[in-house]
Nanobody, 124 residues
Framework: QVQLVEIGGGLVPAGGSLSLSCAAS????????MAWFRQAPGKERGSVAAILWSDGRMYYGNSMKGRFTISRDNAKNTVSLVMNSLEPEDTAVYYC?????????????????WGQGTQVTVSS
């Protein structure tokens, strides 16, 4: 089992920046990749960014490229998301997730472990 705890989130004006962090504990040696997903009211949960635990390769959702940066710290078992140039459309609950198996890093149903979520609200 892997436990995930998100830190960060909050209210930020449009154009501003925000950082999220996720701490993993438990059987972290089983992690293949970690990711951030987000879900806005009335919308499906969608991929924000993902990172492979072994070599740090990163994947981003199309609307996040150039604005968001995902990183990992294997020693601390944390993954972070720095969000710049935030837009009201980025308002959502952001979830940290981890998976054990290869592939499908952008697919929410491929992830085995989830954090509780943290609210990000971008005001216009």
């Amino acid at each position: 089992q892997v436990q995930l705890v998100e830190i960060g989130g909050g209210l930020v004006p449009a154009g501003g920046s925000l950082s999220l962090s996720c701490a993993a504990s438990g059987n972290t040696g089983s992690i293949y990749s970690m990711a951030w997903f987000r879900q806005a009211p009335g919308k499906e949960r969608g991929s924000v960014a993902a990172i492979l635990w072994s070599d740090g390769r990163m994947y981003y959702g199309n609307s996040m490229k150039g604005r968001f940066t995902i990183s990992r710290d294997n020693a601390k078992n944390t993954v972070s998301l720095v969000m710049n140039s935030l837009e009201p459309e980025d308002t959502a609950v952001y979830y940290c997730a981890a998976k054990r198996t290869v592939g499908g890093v952008a697919l929410s149903n491929a992830y085995h472990y989830w954090g509780q979520g943290t609210q990000v609200t971008v005001s216009s």
